[in-house]
Nanobody, 126 residues
Framework: VQLQASGGGLMQAGGSLSLSCAASGRTSSNYDMGWFRQAPGKGREFVAAIRRSGGVTYYADSVKGRVTLSRDNAKNTMALQMNSLKPEDTAVYYC????????????????????WGQGTLVTVSS
């Protein structure tokens, strides 16, 4: 599975942004997907995840209520809509995928994902 993240940029606080992740190499309905982010000087943290069917999503508390994750298995894409952006959302955002069927709690951990995109930088100014 190859993943390509896009959509990052420089945004004002309070604004909105949509990140996309395009997958290739395998039918997307065969894997769960997620987004992680890494702020300057910090470790990578979970943002959101979505099951392969597209019917179930999970969010980190830090973004819950401001972020919506969706996927289109017909197009092999995943989209992360971010609203009410905050300066603390500044980070490199990575999309990830796993073909292994894992429990819900594991979706929030980096080690559960075998495939990673290259990352896209989101900068939110105050």
């Amino acid at each position: 599975v190859q993943l390509q993240a896009s959509g990052g940029g420089l945004m004002q606080a309070g604004g909105s942004l949509s990140l996309s992740c395009a997958a290739s190499g395998r039918t997307s309905s065969n894997y769960d997907m997620g987004w992680f982010r890494q702020a300057p000087g910090k470790g990578r943290e979970f943002v959101a995840a979505i099951r392969r069917s597209g019917g179930v999503t999970y969010y980190a508390d830090s973004v819950k209520g401001r972020v919506t994750l969706s996927r289109d298995n017909a197009k092999n894409t995943m989209a992360l809509q971010m609203n009410s952006l905050k300066p603390e959302d500044t980070a490199v955002y990575y999309c990830a995928a796993t073909t292994t069927r894992i429990i819900t709690s594991s979706l929030r951990t980096e080690s559960a994902y075998a495939y990673w995109g290259q990352g896209t930088l989101v900068t939110v100014s105050s």
